[in-house]
């Protein structure tokens, strides 16, 4: 009785096995024919990431086999640090739902941000559709011309949470080089760190550069660029500091470029872990697709958008390149950042 018991248990389970298999090979046409796509989106409406991830949504769905609709949905949380926990530890793992978080959510593991529940190295990536240069801004008025003049004087930076360009900019500088920049956490998106800039709640703020400088108060020419979170210059911003400019030691130069591997991530489009593979290359080859489809790249140009992108490859070999960085680098960068259970850098 035991062994019939023993062999009916293993039949059951290679039969659940096979339906499994089955499932995952079944063609892209098939599985995703009248499916809907999710697009978890880590900001709040408004502001550069929202405005790739709704374009994204309106046209990547023509280039996944099946044409499946794609419906954006803004999940606002810690610049996106909630949407990858949601997409690592509870969003189905067949391709229906994907994300879009800030550039540097997929490092905050590798430097102990608080609240992280994922591996970034397993987590399956898409593209990004922009490189986008990060900026740190002031407001005119302030009389702060010069990322030099932080050494004397305090700046208030207006901040999302733990991850994002607009928090992890300026308490990382003020750490490693003595700044005097202060942040107030807690605001949704860029939207409402401009309009805090606006009503001089915050005297400045970091983030994507074609974002902030579209705003109106980058249009009315109220806002110094004080800093570019840049490896290499940006050719558009001949004159303003990066990070060659103000590292003054061998050290502070090797944290800050582990630092900057950051930037080079763009704007990341991810998905669950353990995809099956053929539905992984499906979304890659989408999204590749899409980069060069002529309605997507008008309608980019018509909101002052440009595509810059970089392949799901590309981002998962440059998260895996700064996760191999000598420890005492890593060690370092990780105490200036200051984020392990909450604790002040040492």
């Not at 502001?47 to 499946?68: E, K």
């Not at 660029?225 to 990066?242: C, E, H, M, N, T």
């Not at 392949?311 to 984020?339: D, M, Q």
Request: aromatic share 6%; proline share 6%.
């Amino acid at each position: 009785m035991h062994r019939t018991w023993t062999g009916l248990w293993a039949g059951l389970a290679l039969t659940l096995a096979a339906i499994a298999s089955a499932g995952a090979q079944q063609p892209a046409a098939e599985f995703y024919k009248d499916k809907t796509i999710s697009i978890l989106i880590g900001f709040g409406p408004g502001g550069g990431n929202d405005t790739w991830s709704r374009l994204l949504a309106r046209h990547m769905g023509r280039h996944i086999p099946g044409t499946p609709l794609i419906v954006p949905q803004n999940l606002p949380g810690g610049g996106g640090l909630l949407v990858a926990n949601q997409l690592y530890n509870v969003s189905p793992k067949d391709g229906t739902v994907i994300g879009a978080i800030s550039r540097g959510i997929p490092l905050e593991p590798l430097f102990g941000g608080q609240g992280t529940r994922f591996d970034a190295q397993k987590l399956t990536w898409i593209g990004s559709p922009d490189r986008d240069t990060a900026i740190c801004v002031a407001r005119t008025d302030t009389g702060i011309a010069s990322i030099k003049d932080l050494y004397q004087r305090e700046l208030i930076m207006g901040a999302t949470g733990s991850g994002t360009d607009s928090a992890i900019y300026p308490d990382f500088m003020a750490v490693l080089f003595g700044l005097k920049l202060k942040t107030v956490k807690g605001y949704k998106g860029s939207n409402e760190m401009q309009l805090a800039i606006e009503r001089n709640e915050v005297q400045g703020m970091c983030g994507s550069h074609d974002s902030i400088m579209a705003s109106k108060l980058g249009r009315d020419g109220k806002l110094t660029i004080l800093f570019q979170g840049r490896l290499s210059p940006d050719p558009r911003l001949k004159g303003v500091a990066y990070f060659a400019d103000i590292a003054r030691t061998d050290e502070e130069r090797q944290v800050f470029e582990l630092f900057l591997t950051r930037s080079a991530l763009g704007r990341p489009l991810v998905a669950p872990p353990g995809l099956p593979p053929e539905r992984t290359a499906t979304l890659r080859r989408a999204f590749n697709a899409t980069m060069t489809d002529k309605a997507f790249l008008e309608e980019a140009a018509k909101q002052s958008l440009s595509a810059e992108p970089m392949t799901g490859e590309e981002l998962l070999a440059t998260i895996e390149r700064a996760h191999s960085k000598p420890p005492e680098i890593i060690k370092r960068t990780t105490e200036v950042l200051g984020r392990l259970a909450g604790e002040k850098a040492k």
